[in-house]
């Protein structure tokens, strides 16, 4: 499947994010929820059933598929991850509030994602200092965040961006969304 996004230019926070959420339902995903009320945007929580994450990590992350799959002779064995979709509003659309993640990590999963809409900045250290650099990632590129690794989004000031996002989760414990340790991090504005 592919997730095409063309916002409105100008649009503002909520129509933007109840446009995603009608491309991402349009698409044939299964939805399990979403969360609107971030300070940056949102996500979408897609279902864990295999034939819908087989289906995400065909579209999205092939060329990483051994993060998200064991492979016996022809078959895939899923790894256990959580498919979402994320979407940062532009900072046009709040004014001067916030259009980043927090700077944070986890302690009970790593992160895979794909820009599908771009581009975006992205704040990476392996430790709780914030970097002076940011890495750029453009629609098409994937990024690998490790277990414990510090990380943050910044979008852009003028479009939405998007990410599928994949949650792998470690062997003993299934993270969530309490799975968070916020650090400190300089304002962007």
């Excluded at 979407?87 to 994602?113: D, M, V």
């Excluded at 990024?143 to 979008?155: M, N, P």
């Amino acid at each position: 499947m592919k997730l095409e996004f063309n916002f409105t230019p100008g649009q503002d926070k909520q129509s933007g994010l109840d446009y995603a959420l009608g491309v991402v339902k349009n698409s044939g995903f299964k939805i399990v929820s979403h969360d609107f009320n971030r300070s940056w945007g949102g996500f979408i929580t897609l279902s864990e059933d295999d034939k819908n994450r087989e289906v995400f990590m065909r579209s999205f992350f092939q060329r990483h598929k051994e993060e998200l799959a064991e492979v016996d002779g022809r078959r895939f064995i899923l790894k256990d991850f959580t498919p979402k979709i994320l979407i940062i509003c532009p900072q046009k659309s709040f004014g001067e509030s916030l259009y980043a993640t927090s700077f944070q990590y986890h302690n009970q999963r790593s992160e895979l994602w794909k820009v599908l809409k771009g581009p975006i900045n992205v704040a990476r250290s392996l430790s709780d200092e914030y970097p002076g650099y940011m890495s750029p990632a453009i629609k098409g590129d994937h990024i690998k965040i490790g277990l414990g690794e510090r990380h943050r989004l910044i979008g852009n000031r003028i479009d939405y961006t998007v990410l599928a996002e994949a949650w792998i989760h470690n062997l003993n414990y299934r993270s969530d969304e309490d799975d968070i340790v916020r650090l400190k991090a300089p304002d962007i504005r």
